[in-house]
């Protein structure tokens, strides 16, 4: 027991005097925060998670898993941890260096970056996107962190914009996940969220996750 209550930071607390809702309430938030501590430890060791490092400020549930168009809540979570079909991921399959796994439009190395902000087949499509946010004051360098994991300040639709976004990105580089089929139709037009009318929760009885 001692050895857990130093783990947790709570060896300086003297149990038989405190209240127990008190001292609920302090084992509550000490394991809160050494869990954080472990994951955000975990989280800066893997350089792969470069852009999950950049977008994740704190450990909770995020908004874009109650998007309801399945493709595009797929495509930001791998996004956001580095598994989606980009050369810097895909070179890493063939065992090239970093430098090695260049963009086939600009030379550059691809990284998830690159792919939103910055290459060239996406230009058209980055500039639909700037003027459909201009009331968000979002600067063309801060689009990945608005795509990928910001809320919209304006009453925007933020997962339907995203999903049109990443659909035009997607396409511009290539094609679909199907190998470039056309998407079906779907009434969500682009990435609404499940449950309409709310700007959050998912399913009743849904596992929230922490991605």
């Given amino acids: 027991m001692r050895d857990l209550l130093e783990e947790y930071g709570l060896d300086g607390y003297d149990v ?36 999950y490092q950049r977008l994740k400020k704190s450990y909770g549930f995020e908004r874009y898993l109650d998007l309801e168009d399945g493709w595009v809540r797929r495509r930001i979570a791998r996004l956001r941890a580095g598994t989606v079909e980009l050369r810097v991921e895909t070179g ?65 639709e933020w997962g339907v914009v995203v999903g049109q976004f990443l659909r035009r990105l997607w396409e511009a580089r290539g094609g679909l996940e199907n190998g470039g089929g056309r998407r079906k139709k779907n009434n969500s037009r682009g990435g609404g969220y499940k449950n309409s009318g709310r700007s959050g929760g998912g399913k009743k009885g849904r596992k929230r996750r922490k991605i």
């Fill in 16 to 51: 038989g005097v405190c209240r127990e809702d008190v001292w609920k309430t302090l084992v509550a938030r000490s394991v809160a925060e050494e869990e954080e501590r472990r994951w955000r430890a975990i989280v800066e060791s893997k350089s792969k998670l470069r852009t």
């Fill in 92 to 156: 890493r399959w063939k065992g090239e260096s970093v430098e090695e796994r260049v963009c086939a439009v600009c030379g550059v190395v691809e990284d998830e970056s690159h792919f939103i902000e910055e290459c060239e087949c996406g230009r058209l499509a980055r500039g639909i996107l700037m003027k459909e946010i201009e009331g968000e004051g979002v600067e063309r360098k801060e689009i990945l962190d608005w795509v990928l994991g910001g809320f919209a300040r304006s009453g925007l």
